[in-house]
């Protein structure tokens, strides 16, 4: 059983950066995507990237050029960089491991705490 621990979340000013990291607690070698999603309060949960395995990446439009994701299997972390960060940006972010290429999330993190604001 892989648990994952999001962190990296705070408060920060229109325009900033932040960095946030899913950390497992087992290898993450063997899980197939990890993905990213965030959720305001009163809206859904909406995904905003996700890497394979083999670092393979993909985005929805409201993230491109925006955020990236990355991964280090050394520290069985996957990273989440923000930049540019607007208000519409404040959410609770989630990142979320994938055994398989489809289907449901096998392991969800409790979520970090994003807010943008001056």
């Known amino acids: 059983q892989v648990q994952l621990v999001e962190s990296g979340g705070g408060l920060v000013q229109p325009g900033g950066s932040l960095r946030l990291s899913c950390a497992a607690s087992?290898?993450?070698?063997?899980?197939?995507?990890v993905g990213w999603y965030r959720q305001a309060p009163g809206k859904q949960r909406e995904w905003v990237a996700t890497?394979?395995?083999?670092?393979?990446?993909d985005y929805p439009d409201l993230a491109k050029g925006r955020f990236t994701v990355s991964r280090d299997n050394t520290k069985n972390t996957v990273y989440l960089q923000i930049n540019s960060l607007k208000p519409e940006d404040t959410a609770v972010y989630y990142c979320?491991?994938?055994?398989?290429?489809?289907?449901?999330?096998?392991?969800w993190g409790q979520g970090t705490q994003v807010t943008v604001s001056s």
């Open positions: 890497i394979t395995r083999r670092d393979s990446t």
């Open positions: 087992g290898s993450i070698d063997n899980i197939y995507n």
């Open positions: 979320g491991g994938r055994l398989r290429s489809y289907g449901p999330y096998d392991y």
